[in-house]
């Protein structure tokens, strides 16, 4: 599977952005779906997964309450919704599709999108 991710961009603090992500093939319903982000020297982490039949959402601690993960089969996408937006969620923004494995794992998602730049301001 192939994997676009869209939608970053720049916006103040308190702000909003929805994410997007494209995947090529048929079989994106199989996979589960994860977001992941690196900022400046710090290491890619684990920001929201929507598990490949629904039944498990999860999100790190930091973006709780704040970001929502969704997708839709029908359209091969998922998203995330941000709301809230702080400085601290300044990052690059990678979409990730993978089978097995721990899913805040960033081992465990063999497809990785290219990523999308999000800088919020304070």
């Known amino acids: 599977v192939q994997l676009q991710a869209f939608g970053g961009g720049l916006v103040q603090a308190g702000g909003s952005l929805r994410l997007s992500c494209a995947a090529s093939g048929r079989t994106f319903s199989t996979y589960d779906m994860g977001w992941f982000r690196q900022a400046p020297g710090k290491e890619r982490e684990f920001v929201a997964r929507?598990?490949?039949?629904?039944?498990?959402?999860d999100y790190a601690d930091p973006v709780k309450a704040r970001f929502t993960i969704s997708r839709d089969n029908a359209k091969n996408t998922a998203y995330l919704q941000m709301n809230s937006l702080k400085p601290e969620d300044t990052a690059v923004y990678y979409c990730?599709?993978?089978?097995?494995?721990?899913?805040?794992?960033?081992?465990?998602?063999?497809?990785w999108g290219q990523g999308t730049q999000v800088t919020v301001s304070s």
């Open positions: 929507f598990s490949r039949f629904g039944r498990n959402i």
């Open positions: 990730a599709a993978g089978q097995n494995g721990r899913y805040d794992y960033a081992e465990s998602y063999p497809y």
